[in-house]
């Protein structure tokens, strides 16, 4: 009786420590290096000296890179793009159309630690994002999104 009691109580706890955990993916370093310096090199290819960084599913820096000759602003910028792409599970900059043309949403760049500029895009893998890059110092929001585009691209024909 007090093994079936025993047994019993251990298998509440593990549905109950089931019911209270997640399992989350993330983009490994290694993952987070090849995007970065694709998006890095990809710009370079154009003339743009740009940062990038990629930040897991949480949005917290796996890895920043910054070309030779990019602003120290970069640094930042493609920080928070990172991060508001991985926070919101979507492109930084259709989370700018949105601000624009929807006034519920036109609040969207004050929560702190957002930048609604064009070059952040999350990282997913089979649907799930598992991270996000995020590209600053190119010309343009369209130009950094093409540089962490091709980051993410080379990243998934690994």
């Known amino acids: 009786m007090k093994k079936s009691i025993t047994l019993l109580v251990s298998s ?7 019911a209270i955990t997640t399992t989350e993916t993330n983009i490994t ?3 987070a290096l090849i995007a970065a310096q694709a998006a890095v090199e990809n710009c370079a290819s154009k003339g743009y000296s740009v940062a990038a960084t990629v930040v897991d ?3 917290d820096t796996k890895v920043t890179l910054r070309a030779d000759g990019a602003g120290p602003h970069t640094l930042d910028a493609s920080r928070r793009k990172a991060y508001t792409s991985a926070s919101a599970r979507q492109p930084t900059s259709a989370m700018l159309a949105t601000s624009q043309t929807n006034p519920t ?4 760049g004050q929560i702190d630690g957002f930048l609604l500029l064009g070059g952040g895009i999350p990282i997913r893998i089979n649907n799930v994002v598992v991270g996000a890059i995020g590209v600053g110092g190119a010309p343009g929001g369209p130009l950094d999104d093409q540089c962490a585009q091709a980051g993410i691209d080379k990243l998934l024909a690994k």
């Open 29 to 31: 370093m290694a993952g």
């Open 12 to 18: 509440l706890f593990a549905c109950s420590a089931q």
């Open 105 to 108: 949403a036109q609040n969207l």
């Open 57 to 59: 599913a949480s949005g």
